[in-house]
């Protein structure tokens, strides 16, 4: 009996040594990779800038969002946009509307406002910014996800 409490407890600990190792090494910067996000909480995305909600920021509704996007982004001058909580339940959905001509593929003006219900239960949530995908295919997927607080 104690062997066995041994060797599970080095193969948890083992498990933890290569989780460990292997986000240092690699899955890091997968996870980083997928929401855009430097060492800094800087946005990255080369297709978007100027996002009003910076990381962390205290939300309120209504909820307004602009910024700029590649037109790349869009289909029929809209991309989605939602506010999440922690736990990835949708709180509020819209679509972020072009403010000029999104046929090119230059930086296109965007906003974007809902409201939403603050939750009780978390202080936490993300704002979402995802690329306009008819296709479905997900070598077109393209994400941002922008850590938010609630009031």
């Given at each position: 009996?104690k062997k066995?409490?041994?060797?599970?407890l080095?193969?948890i600990?083992g498990?933890?040594v290569?989780?460990?190792?292997?986000y240092?090494?690699?899955?890091?910067?997968?996870?980083?990779?997928?929401?855009?996000?430097d060492e800094?909480?800087?946005?990255?995305?080369p297709?978007?800038?100027?996002i009003?909600?910076?990381?962390?920021?205290?939300?309120?509704?209504?909820l307004?969002?602009t910024?700029?996007?590649?037109?790349t982004?869009f289909f029929?001058?809209?991309?989605?946009?939602?506010?999440?909580d922690?736990?990835g339940?949708?709180?509020?959905?819209?679509?972020?509307?072009?403010k000029?001509?999104?046929m090119?593929?230059d930086?296109?003006p965007?906003?974007a406002?809902?409201?939403?219900e603050?939750p009780?239960?978390?202080?936490?949530g993300?704002?979402?910014?995802q690329?306009?995908?008819?296709s479905?295919l997900?070598?077109?997927?393209d994400a941002?996800?922008?850590?938010v607080?609630f009031?």
């Amino acid at each position: 009996m104690k062997k066995l409490f041994i060797g599970i407890l080095i193969l948890i600990l083992g498990i933890a040594v290569g989780y460990t190792v292997g986000y240092d090494r690699g899955w890091k910067s997968a996870v980083h990779d997928i929401f855009k996000f430097d060492e800094q909480n800087h946005q990255t995305n080369p297709n978007l800038k100027d996002i009003s909600i910076q990381f962390n920021q205290l939300v309120t509704s209504p909820l307004t969002v602009t910024g700029e996007a590649k037109g790349t982004w869009f289909f029929e001058a809209t991309f989605p946009i939602k506010l999440t909580d922690w736990d990835g339940r949708v709180l509020a959905e819209s679509f972020a509307t072009a403010k000029s001509d999104w046929m090119t593929e230059d930086f296109v003006p965007f906003e974007a406002t809902f409201d939403f219900e603050v939750p009780e239960y978390v202080e936490n949530g993300s704002l979402v910014l995802q690329k306009s995908n008819p296709s479905g295919l997900p070598e077109n997927y393209d994400a941002v996800e922008i850590p938010v607080k609630f009031k």
